[in-house]
């Protein structure tokens, strides 16, 4: 029996290593994976091995911090060709994009992320915007200051959104939402309209419009949303965005029913 607890133990903590470093987004020396972890510093370098060994993780010989390896990219890249979602949205993200010629993103709910529920990008249409914060394709972002992210949210069950209770919010700009009670405020006034609006809540400049796409059992899978500087979204008539954006949701989500 300790035997077999050893090996849960061990697994348990090579998934925590690889769910740091998806977290962060940054490459992690073994001192600072053990500080995040509570590990010590020859677990940590034990349990690198070992994924380094399986191409789970992959070492930077100029700093010797770790990275997530190829495998790692592998396994998504075979996760992503069976998920059919991305492949039924494209067309309509790209008809949306072409349509306003502004950026187009779809992000579903990571609700394991380790300290409260992020969003996950798994689509996206560039058209001409060139905005400073461009996430990439896979890239995990934080759902509290952004339309996609409050959109889902807004659409959970009560479950998903317990690890927000009582939390105070990383601050972008003077816009961003601070914390739990701003938020509840906001995602009732979401449920209501159908859709929500980060304005200027990461990025002072940047504004962006989501609404939800459901599925058969009327639960929300993924948000779409079209994003670009604020004064071209408000000056290509911003109400009308809202109405296209809704309304590609609403077709979406019609081929699920």
Not at 15 to 32: A, H, M, P, R, S
Not at 70 to 98: C, D, F, N, R, W
Request: proline share 3%.
């Amino acid at each position: 029996m300790s035997k077999d607890k050893d090996t849960i133990n061990s697994i348990d903590r090579a998934l925590n290593i690889l769910l740091l470093l998806y977290d962060v987004q940054k490459e992690l020396g073994v001192t600072e994976i053990g500080r995040h972890l509570g590990l010590y510093k020859s677990t940590v370098h034990r349990t690198l091995a070992a994924l380094e060994n399986k191409g789970f993780v992959q070492q930077n010989p100029e700093n010797g911090k770790y990275w997530l390896g190829m495998k790692i990219y592998a396994l998504g890249m075979v996760v992503g060709e069976k998920m059919s979602l991305k492949h039924l949205i494209k067309p309509y993200a790209t008809e949306l994009s072409q349509k306003f010629n502004e950026a187009v993103n779809v992000s579903i709910l990571d609700t394991n992320a380790q300290d409260y529920p992020k969003t996950i990008l798994i689509l996206k249409e560039e058209g001409s915007t060139r905005l400073q914060v461009n996430p990439s394709v896979g890239s995990s972002s934080e759902s509290h200051c952004s339309a996609v992210g409050k959109c889902l949210l807004a659409f959970s069950p009560k479950e998903a959104l317990e690890k927000l209770e009582g939390k105070e919010f990383p601050i972008y700009t003077k816009n961003t939402i601070g914390n739990w009670e701003q938020l509840v405020k906001q995602l009732e006034v979401i449920r209501l309209e159908g859709y929500a609006i980060d304005n200027e809540e990461l990025e002072i400049g940047l504004t962006c419009v989501a609404a939800p796409i459901f599925d058969k059992d009327n639960k929300a899978i993924a948000s779409i949303s079209i994003s670009g500087p604020t004064s071209r979204i408000h000056s290509s008539d911003i109400d009308k965005i809202i109405k296209e954006v809704k309304m590609t949701a609403y077709k979406i989500s019609s081929l699920m029913k």
